[in-house]
Nanobody, 119 residues
Framework: QVQLVESGGGLVQAGGSLRLSCTASGRTYSLYTLDWFRQAPGKEREFVSSIYWSSSSTVYANSVKGRFTMSRDNAKNTVYLQMNNLKPEDTAVYYC????????????WGQGTQVTVSS
């Protein structure tokens, strides 16, 4: 089992920045990727970014590329999502999700953290 806890959400003005954190505990050695998803009211959940647990390589959705940066602190088993130049359309609940294999199935989810960007 892996437990995921997000933090760092909040209210920010457009153009501002926030940093989200996701701390993993438990069988973290079995992780394949840790990903960020987001879900805005009335919309489907969408992929934001991913980091490969073994290599720390990252992947981003086109909508956030160049504005968001995902990184990892190995000692703390924590991944970060640095979000810069935030836009109102970035408003959503952000979730951390853990994947244990190459299959596009997520085995573990955090509770989510709200990000609100005002115009």
């Amino acid at each position: 089992q892996v437990q995921l806890v997000e933090s760092g959400g909040g209210l920010v003005q457009a153009g501002g920045s926030l940093r989200l954190s996701c701390t993993a505990s438990g069988r973290t050695y079995s992780l394949y990727t840790l990903d960020w998803f987001r879900q805005a009211p009335g919309k489907e959940r969408e992929f934001v970014s991913s980091i490969y647990w073994s290599s720390s390589s990252t992947v981003y959705a086109n909508s956030v590329k160049g504005r968001f940066t995902m990184s990892r602190d190995n000692a703390k088993n924590t991944v970060y999502l640095q979000m810069n130049n935030l836009k109102p359309e970035d408003t959503a609940v952000y979730y951390c999700a853990g994947r244990m294999s190459v299959r596009p199935e997520y085995d573990y989810w955090g509770q989510g953290t709200q990000v609100t960007v005002s115009s």
